[in-house]
């Protein structure tokens, strides 16, 4: 079954879910802008704090992240990406436009992409700030990959036509 092969109801719903989750995600890339301001030294700050000063009346911005602010943040995105890569890896894999290895490389590389930005996250705290750097390559992975398999699966749903279709018009 290829997704451009479904009913109108079910391409509209998929599309609509589509919306809905990329909404969502922006929402997010508008918090990570806003907390971090999408750079390394932004984000180091965010997850480990301040650099300490001799000044004892120096107030920080920003306190590095406790262990349990961690456990949380990376449990409800692991989670949440997870599901969200299920379903948007699971309805690509039914898209007709890309096949071969480079289906293959995007059904699997934006969890390995996530792993890989949350796992830094842990870096920047209890590591070394440096690894903010990968940190942000890691989403960029991520992102790009999500809005690539929305754009194609969106594509298809919307402009792809059945053959039998386009032969009765």
Not at 12 to 21: R, W
Request: some cysteine; overall charge neutral; glycine content about 8%.
């Amino acid at each position: 079954m290829k997704l451009y092969l479904l009913p109108s109801h079910a391409k509209k719903a998929i599309v609509a879910f589509l919306f809905l989750l990329t909404s969502g995600v922006l929402f997010g890339l508008v918090y990570l802008s806003t907390t971090t301001g999408m750079s390394p030294t932004g984000t180091a700050a965010h997850y480990a704090g301040d650099p300490v000063t001799k000044d004892e009346l120096d107030m920080h911005e920003n306190y590095a992240k406790p262990l349990s602010e961690m456990l949380i943040t990376t449990h409800n995105h692991l989670i949440g990406f997870a599901y969200i890569f299920a379903l948007t890896c699971g309805l690509f894999y039914f898209n007709s436009i890309i096949e071969g290895p480079l289906k293959g490389f995007l059904l699997v590389e934006p969890f390995i992409s996530v792993l890989i930005t949350f796992l830094s996250l842990w870096g920047i705290r209890f590591v070394n700030p440096a690894f903010a750097v990968i940190a942000i390559a890691g989403g960029i992975l991520t992102y790009f990959s999500y809005f690539l398999i929305v754009s194609i699966l969106v594509f298809e749903l919307v402009f792809k036509k059945d053959a039998t279709q386009i032969s009765t018009i």
